[in-house]
Each structure stands twice: as structure tokens, then as C-alpha cells.
Nanobody, 116 residues
Framework: QVQLVESGGGLVQAGGSLRLSCAAS????????MGWYRQAPGKQRELVAF???????IYADSVKGRFTISRDNAKKTVYLQMNSLKPEDTAVYYC??????????WGQGTQVTVSS
């Protein structure tokens, strides 16, 4: 069983910062990418950013220059540093781990609320 535990969400004023963490545990032999997605009320889940096992990163256009994804392979943890937060960043943020086999695992989600 693979488990992902997210932390770091909360309420912040516009312009503020938050750092999300996602720790993976369980039968992880190798993994491909770790990433963050978000889902706002009434909207589809969307990619925010992901990082490959080699450290390559991809960001959604809406967060480029404000968010930074990083990973610590030894700790099996991925982070999302979110700066200059905007009310439109308000959503439930989900961590996803994709194994080299293609199997994907999701965390339970953490709420991020940005007040104007």
C-alpha cells in the first residue's frame, strides 16, 4: 500500500505564502513523477506542477513565477512553495505520485484558502 500524507494548507491573505508538503510511504520501489493538482469548487481538477525523478519540472501557466515545486527523494517528500498567493488560488490541493509502472496514487487533499 502506498500512502500520501499532505500538510501545510490553511488560510492566508492575498500576497501571502504557504508551503505544502506531501510525504509518501509504503511499497515504493521507484517512482516517476510527484506532482500537485488542485480543484476549486465547481471546477475540474487541474495540474499545478510536477517534478520528475530526475528533477525536471513543469508548471501551469497560472502559477509560473509564483510557485516552486521541489522534492527530497531520500525523504520521499514533495513540496510546493506558494508565494504571492491570489484569491483564485483557493482550492483543495492534491498530491499525486506516479510510479514507473504507471500506477498513480493520490493524497487526501489539503485546503488552501486565500482571502482578498
Amino acid at each position: 500500500q502506498v500512502q500520501l500524507v499532505e500538510s501545510g494548507g490553511g488560510l492566508v491573505q492575498a500576497g501571502g505564502s504557504l508551503r505544502l508538503s506531501c510525504a509518501a510511504s509504503g511499497s515504493i520501489f521507484s517512482f516517476n513523477t510527484m506532482g500537485w493538482y488542485r480543484q476549486a469548487p465547481g471546477k475540474q481538477r487541474e495540474l499545478v506542477a510536477f517534478v520528475s525523478s530526475g528533477g525536471s519540472t513543469i508548471y501551469a501557466d497560472s502559477v509560473k513565477g509564483r510557485f516552486t515545486i521541489s522534492r527530497d527523494n531520500a525523504k520521499k517528500t514533495v513540496y510546493l512553495q506558494m508565494n504571492s498567493l491570489k484569491p483564485e488560488d483557493t482550492a483543495v490541493y492534491y498530491c499525486k505520485l506516479t510510479m514507473s509502472t504507471g500506477a498513480g496514487y493520490w493524497g487526501q487533499g489539503t485546503q488552501v484558502t486565500v482571502s482578498s
